[in-house]
């Protein structure tokens, strides 16, 4: 219980909102909550938000047990559930406690979780709030930790607890609670925590701290800009089901699978990057379809091509310009992503902004389905390559995406106002380029047409070259959402797989004895013609062992290469393309 935490309130309609979240039940992962509201109107409404950390109606109301109510002076109060997530409270004017229990178990950076091991809260997804009273101070106290835990969060400490300016700053700062791992550097002008929950046999802090700092001191540099004085990085790397990372404003959280992790450490920097760079842009850099935030309903924006895509594109400049990622590398990452988009036939009937409006609908399985969606991830890290090459050629180098992602810092993020979705990003690059994009906005952002790739990679002396390649015929679809199992979409008529009695709504767990959940797709892609497929599957009815060979089916592949002649303009073009700078004056053609 915090000290004063009672005695305390303020008499104005801002009061502060007071949390104190019990931790005791871990073996049945019920989270006890009360709500200390101070003096206030006599009505008063508290709702649980429908969705947070993804583009998804989770309906966290689902997992609260009771909602009860007294007040001041211990009297039970009338709590009246009027639709599925929000209560009415009448006859509180003094101030009142709610309380509930919530159970909380999903795992990784997009969920809630307490149990015996550590506990981890998105606060959105357990914590109501009062319909007026949102902006309010916030503050919390977590309560019944086992010996030996402590508390990680960016959000200010109070002392015992810890405050926020409003619900939405306190929503945006996970906490990990446990006996982690911690260390620390500092960079610039800013402190770095990193927080680690694993297995100290799984990583090694040694070498994490060193990739972080100089990632974070590219990132910085390149923005040139630290709009931030402390910054937490929390990792879990489960021996499990991973993956994925959720961005904040001063803090990530991430989650990748040990065994990932093994295989594939370079993915933690991939991660991270993308990550770090959010906390400009989406955290600050911020369309203005996604505020106020909507916490009852869907949210839609058209803008996630950009707050995601292009995160991703500079992810890769940054990991470019820190040395975690090579030239080579990067460029068959673009031809890889190039693939990926041109295999989707919904590449010709969603545009990037409808298919960020749909993200709310990759829940569903059939939505993933490549001749009904794409990916704004995809096609969005794409149009930030593009974009990136078109302000190069319209300014004889003198101006990149880097000045673009400055521009929206200066003139939005650091001056207060959202941006107007692509609108605003098109503002940016014509500013930064004196130049009319409007076609570029027209035909690749919010229309279907085909890129002209060679006539944007040809500025940098590449072109595509598509070469035919026999690979193995799956005979079925299988689509993703973020760590779950991968479920199988469509069957092939006629197709081995078809014979090999796999269904549609099968989850796929193991492939040829590899779990889906270190690299389901590399072990995907690693299938030869004329192997033996080995599938264990899972429906409603129970777990299964399928096995077939594979055959044969033509794809063509991708790649990013020299022109036959490349001029040394070209080659000075690719080499600043590469270090995501504007070219010196001396390498700059007029
Ligand atoms: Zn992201």
Known sequence: ????????????????????????????????????????????????????????????????????????????????????????????????????????????????????????????????????????????????????????????????????????????SPVEIGAFQESDFDQGSAHYRVVVDADPADYDMQKMVPMLRSLVSAATAWMDDQPFQTYMFLYHFPRGPAGGGMEHADSTAIDISASR???????????????????????????????PIDYTKENYTPALWFSEGATSTAGNIIRLRAGLLDDARYLKGVADEIGELERRPAHLTQSSEESSLDAWLEKYDYYRLPKRSISYYNKGSLLGVLLDLQIREATHGSASIRDVFQWMNEHYARKGPFFPDSEGVRRAAEAVSHSDLGGFFRKYVAGTDEIPWDDFFRTVGLHLVRRVVSIADLGFVATQNFDAAPVVSAILARSAAENGGLSVGDAILEINGHSVNDGYAQHLAALRPGETLRLRVRNSAGERELRWTLGTRQEIELQLTDLDKVTPEQKASRAAWLRGEAQTVGETRP
């Open 261 to 291: 992790l093994a295989e594939s450490p370079q993915s933690l920097g991939d991660l991270t990057a993308h990550e770090f760079f959010h906390l400009w842009n989406v955290k600050r850099i911020r369309p203005q379809s996604l505020e």
């Open 1 to 172: 219980m915090p000290a004063g935490a009672q005695n305390s309130l303020s008499t104005s309609q801002t009061a502060p909102v007071r949390y104190i979240v019990s931790l005791a039940n871990r073996l049945e992962h019920l989270v006890r909550v009360r709500i200390l509201l101070g003096p206030g109107p006599s009505q008063r409404d508290v709702q649980l938000p429908v969705w947070n950390a993804l583009y998804q109606v989770r309906d966290f109301s689902q997992y609260v047990n009771w909602v009860r109510a007294k007040s001041t002076t211990g009297q039970p109060i009338a709590v009246q559930e009027i639709d599925k997530t929000t209560w009415h409270l009448t006859g509180i004017a003094p101030g009142a406690e709610i309380e509930y229990e919530i159970f909380a178990d999903q795992s990784g950076p997009f969920g809630a979780q307490l149990n015996p091991q550590h506990a981890f809260f998105n606060l959105a997804e357990i914590l109501m709030y009062p319909v007026d009273g949102r902006n309010s101070l916030a503050e919390i106290w977590f309560t019944d930790l086992p010996a030996g835990w402590r508390i990680a969060t960016a959000l200010p400490s109070l002392g015992e607890g810890f405050s926020a300016p409003d619900y939405d700053r306190l929503a945006d």
